[in-house]
T-cell receptor, first 116, second 117 residues
Framework: GAVVSQHPSWVICKSGTSVKIECRSL??????MFWYRQFPKQSLMLMAT?????????EQGVEKDKFLINHASLTLSTLTVTSAHPEDSSFYIC????????????FGNGTRLTVT | AQSVTQLDSQVPVFEEAPVELRCNYS??????LFWYVQYPNQGLQLLLK??????LVKGINGFEAEFNKSQTSFHLRKPSVHISDTAEYFC???????????????FGRGTSLIVHP
């Protein structure tokens, strides 16, 4: 149980284009979803927290207009990297949690984004 | 504010040997503690969690961890490792939120467990 599906698993795009990453909780309702960015050999950097039906809460230093997060339903959140640049190349991971804050996070398998 | 320290960035060990991955946290209140494992190019998978009750927690793949409140530690152990345990391990802590807030877990920098044949 508690499966989170993240698509695509990898994507290559040209500089200036936008890329959308989907995160779905397949067998539970995710009241909260988290988006992380991970650099090679480093820990996870929290980008934003989103609750269904409300605006995402972004961490300090994360550009809201560049990393658009939508949490339209209890099972789907999307991250859109707008006007991507090579420095946006990274591993992006989503995670979802159901109603209790003591619940562990369930992670997607991540998306490797390469901007050329 | 909570913080998590994983002092060992890399732990090499031979197959079938025991291993301990250290995790210390700083928080002035009660916490929830988690260990996750990440295999290359994948997301994180929950190994085990401590919410309350018994301080010795058993998880998947033969791992266990012990919560020590006085030492603010939550070290991960396995009595005999396999080659397949080679991965990155992350400790995470969530402490009780401020009024109206949400638990947002903080992750340690990770420990790379390398199991040699």
């Amino acid at each position: 149980g508690a499966v989170v599906s993240q698509h695509p698993s990898w994507v290559i795009c040209k500089s200036g284009t936008s890329v959308k990453i989907e995160c779905r909780s397949l067998d539970f309702q995710a009241t909260t979803m988290f988006w992380y960015r991970q650099f090679p050999k480093q820990s996870l950097m929290l980008m934003a927290t989103s609750n269904e039906g409300s605006k995402a809460t972004y961490e300090q230093g994360v550009e809201k207009d560049k990393f658009l997060i939508n949490h339209a339903s209890l099972t789907l959140s999307t991250l859109t990297v707008t006007s991507a640049h090579p420095e946006d190349s990274s591993f992006y991971i989503c995670s979802a949690r159901w109603d209790r804050d003591s619940s562990p996070l369930h992670f997607g398998n991540g998306t490797r984004l390469t901007v050329t | 504010a909570q913080s998590v320290t994983q002092l060992d960035s890399q732990v090499p060990v031979f197959e079938e040997a025991p291993v301990e991955l250290r995790c210390n946290y700083s928080s002035s209140v009660s916490v929830y503690l988690f260990w996750y494992v990440q295999y290359p190019n994948q997301g994180l998978q929950l190994l085990l969690k401590y919410l309350s009750g018994s301080t010795l927690v058993k998880g998947i793949n033969g791992f266990e961890a012990e919560f020590n409140k006085s030492q603010t530690s939550f070290h991960l152990r396995k009595p005999s490792v396999h080659i397949s345990d080679t991965a990155e391990y992350f400790c995470a802590v969530s402490d009780h939120p401020r009024a109206g807030g949400s638990y947002i877990p903080t992750f340690g920098r990770g420990t790379s467990l390398i199991v040699h044949p």
